[in-house]
């Protein structure tokens, strides 16, 4: 890790208040400038090839403190395969409470890109998360 990394996670740790931890250094060091979207598994890999002894759970935990405080972004709804009887494009809105997927429809030009794409399209998919409408009436109903 080079010095101006170490120094950025010196400073995340005192703007959070965090202890500057071997683990939470190593998966700061695992994940930054990691480009593959790593998994809980292949941090803990990567991970454990220094710290011998840290657990699957403790590097989980650390990834997702990182993620609650904006500094990584978790993808989630991935790991299981869902499947769709739709193949146009279209989108999904996932909802955080329930799990429920729902289809929207999307612009016509949404797939124009600003860039080059840096492989062939097979799939094209826009995903948002959120809370869904029905969720969002039963919190608020139990505010009431
Ligand atoms: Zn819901
Ligand atoms: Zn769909």
Redesign the pocket.
């Known amino acids: 890790m080079d010095k101006a990394q170490q120094e950025n996670f010196s400073r995340i740790c005192r703007q959070f208040k965090w202890k500057c931890t071997p683990q939470r250094l190593a998966v700061y060091e695992c994940v930054f400038n990691n480009r593959c979207h790593p998994d809980v598994d292949s941090v803990w890999q990567s991970v454990r090839s220094k710290l011998p002894t840290v657990t699957r759970e403790s590097v989980y935990r650390i990834l997702n403190e990182f993620a609650g405080h904006d500094l990584i972004w978790r993808l989630d709804h991935v790991s299981s395969a869902r499947y769709d009887c739709s193949t146009v494009p279209h989108g999904h809105f996932i909802?955080?409470?329930?799990?429920?997927i729902s289809d929207f429809a999307l612009q016509e030009d949404v797939g124009v890109f600003a860039g080059e794409l840096p492989g062939e399209v097979r799939h094209m998919e826009i995903r948002y998360t959120g809370?869904?409408e029905?969720?969002k009436s039963k919190s608020t109903d139990s505010f009431r």
């Not at 909802?95 to 429920?100: K, N, P």
């Open positions: 909802c955080e409470e329930c799990g429920s809370i869904c029905s969720c």
